[in-house]
């Protein structure tokens, strides 16, 4: 049976935490691997970090930069390189491949989402391998994954994937980090993330010299994965061949079982793709409304609006206590909002002078049960 298949590396397993050097030896298995899996009829895309930490290798730096724009610079110098590396060991097999660099703007942006949907699934059809990167020569903060972690996992959503491979530098989770207990236990298999709720603060967000992910941010892109259906593992890098494996079903490292899918792609992208831009407070009528019966939300339930924002930025719904319950795009911007919060729906157009939408934030385009997995949700 043909299956989508999201492989994630990271720059700790591509350069074995050496001075951001590459390990051509972990590369040239990676590749052989993935071509396998394409002969096999399977669709494979592969996420790869490196690009900052080839880049810093490449410029004689001794650490990675932390300035925005030096960083830039450095991908700049890191990505065509690292792809001239990709291409040269993927041709020896005649597999073709195609770069894909994504901000979150690609994500956010509902006509972007879905012309990176295309271009994935047209890829397919003609058999290439993307390989996929943040462009860090052109984000900005505000529209930056945060790592790479993060980004395999909105992409494993978007191609409806049924794998996400998060290959690290430790073999599987563990109830601490491994490298600095000795007693810490391996996690084989997860059904219910509040279990690890504590474990990921516990292991904190420490990633390699030359990366920027944690274990932590692992966990986070597990459960942005498992809502969306697709069945995650962590697992080594420098052993690709533990991908074939799993797939053959040994219990190979840390799975994360795929939770049952609640609500369609277009709530998944307005709840984990797009940064709220700003929070509606609501009486306990609308809460009720909103949580119990299933409706849109009107302005006479609204009691405070935070933020600033435009008609059709994505917005958290908040009970009194300032608790979101919701999340979803709004109708108005935010000064219209300061003119009708709590007003009916019928007055609006008075007090706007022009005909507007009725409801505020429409059901359709309303997500419940909102946590943040950290900070990229």
């Known amino acids: 049976m043909t299956q989508t298949l999201v492989i994630k590396i990271g720059t700790s397993s591509l350069t074995g935490g050496i001075n951001g050097r590459l390990s051509l030896a972990t590369l040239a298995q990676l590749v052989e691997v993935l071509c396998q899996l ?19 290798a490449r410029l004689n730096l001794r650490e990675r930069p932390r ?7 450095v991908a700049a110098v890191g990505q065509g390189h690292l792809m001239r590396i990709y291409d040269d060991l993927f041709t020896v097999l005649g597999q073709p ?3 894909i660099l994504l901000t979150r703007h690609d994500i956010i942006d509902r006509q972007s989402y879905l012309n990176a949907y295309n271009t994935f699934h047209e890829l397919f059809d003609l058999g290439v391998i993307p390989i996929v990167n943040e462009n860090d020569t052109v984000a900005v903060d505000e529209l930056k994954f945060g790592d790479n972690d993060t980004l ?13 491979f998060l290959l690290t530098d430790v073999d599987r989770l563990y109830s601490a980090d491994p490298r600095y207990q000795a007693d810490a236990k391996p996690i084989d298999r997860v059904e ?4 690890l709720d504590a474990l990921a603060i516990t292991l904190g967000d420490r990633g390699s010299e030359w ?12 459960k942005i994965a498992s809502e969306a259906g697709v069945r995650t593992a962590i697992t080594e890098g420098k052993f690709p061949h533990n991908i074939l494996k799993i797939l053959g079903g040994e219990a190979l490292g840390t799975q994360f079982i795929p939770q049952p899918k609640t609500i369609n792609a277009r709530k998944r992208w307005i709840a984990r793709a797009l940064i709220p831009r700003g929070e509606l407070w609501l009486d306990a009528g609308a809460v009720e409304a909103i949580v119990h019966q299933g409706r849109s939300l009107l302005a006479a339930g609204i009691t405070q609006v935070k933020g600033d924002f435009q008609a059709q930025d994505a917005i958290k719904l908040c009970n009194s206590n300032g608790e979101e319950i919701a999340r979803g795009l709004v109708n108005y911007n935010r000064q219209e909002l300061n003119q009708i919060q709590g007003k009916r729906s019928r007055d609006i157009p008075e007090i706007l002078g022009y005909e507007g939408a009725e409801t505020i934030v429409h059901r359709d385009n309303l997500v419940l049960g909102i946590k943040d997995h950290g900070n990229h949700s």
């Open 38 to 56: 394409r002969q096999q009829g399977d669709r494979v895309v592969l996420v790869s970090s490196g690009a900052v930490g080839v880049g810093a």
């Open 67 to 73: 300035q925005l724009a030096r960083k830039q610079a």
């Open 97 to 99: 491949i195609a770069q």
């Open 152 to 164: 395999s996992a909105l992409v494993a959503s978007l191609v409806e994937a049924d794998w996400l």
């Open 192 to 195: 219910r993330f509040e279990e």
């Open 211 to 222: 990366g920027t992910g944690g274990m932590a941010t692992k966990i986070t892109a597990a």
